[in-house]
């Protein structure tokens, strides 16, 4: 039996990257999924690939209306919502904050902050309902550490992790469970194809880079995180609310603020 057996599961940003990933090894263990992201032709694509119970659906996360829908999307479609996971997420422009455009910080805080707001505020009535549920959501570890030319994502991520302790209080006597993930850098699009680079990488070339880019000497590949949120997702964590699981091969265990290795990822952010 897989550990994600009789559980309905939205993953947003779920067409790419650590969404991509969770939906295949959540698929895999037995979950009905609602593969939600504004790519929603390749959304489309998983969910007919992975077959049977899962479903997709094109939503701009940062959008309540979207969010509301998308919940009544998962609810119609199989009955019942168990885990939310908010991972939808954009780069935050990688520019020192006073040349930083105030249209790319408010669209970064209203992607990767707001949308997690209205992905736990919409999931939580038919949890609450339910008496049970587990919400993930994804932060990075730019919320911990000062990382130069992140001021708009650090400080969307930072936000994360504390609206992940207060849903987690207000919510665990009812069951409902609130968590976050904190990758390092992970080889997924946004860090070789992100437009906020402004220039793309050859995937290989980014892998090689994100190998030396922390303690552990390899690449953090996507199915790391996705292997996180599997047990935050299942019942093995019934006992694990309002922390932050950190996944960045040593990363912040070593007390960088940047990442000083110049074969690392320091160089793509000094562009
Ligand atoms: P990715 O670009 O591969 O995937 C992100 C997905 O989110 C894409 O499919 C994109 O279409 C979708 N998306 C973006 N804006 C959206 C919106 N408004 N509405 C709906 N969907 C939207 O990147 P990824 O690395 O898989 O990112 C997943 C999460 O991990 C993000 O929250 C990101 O901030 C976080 N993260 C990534 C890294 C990294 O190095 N890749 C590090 C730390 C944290």
Redesign the pocket.
Known sequence: MGRLEGKTIII??G?????EAAARLFASEGAKLVI????GERANQLAEELGGDCIAQK????RSADVKGLVSKALESFGQLDVMFN????GGGERLIHETPEELFDRTIA??LK?VWLGIKHAIPPMLDAGSGSIMN?A??SAHLGLPQQGAYGASKSGVVQLTRVAAVEYADRRIRVNAIC????L????YNNPALRYTLDPADAEQRLAQAQPLPRACQ?IDIAHAALYLASDESSFVTGTTIVVDGGWTASGRARMDNPSGLEDLYQK
Do not use: E, H, R, Y
């Not at 067409?15 to 969404?19: E, H, I, L, Q």
């Not at 990758?183 to 992970?186: L, Q, S, Y």
């Not at 997924?188 to 860090?191: A, D, G, K, R, Y």
């Open positions: 947003t940003g067409a790419s990257g650590v969404g939600a992201d504004l790519q939503v701009d996360v940062s991972n939808a997420g954009i992607v990767n949308a994804t990075s570890v990758p390092g850098g992970v997924t699009p946004m860090v996507p």
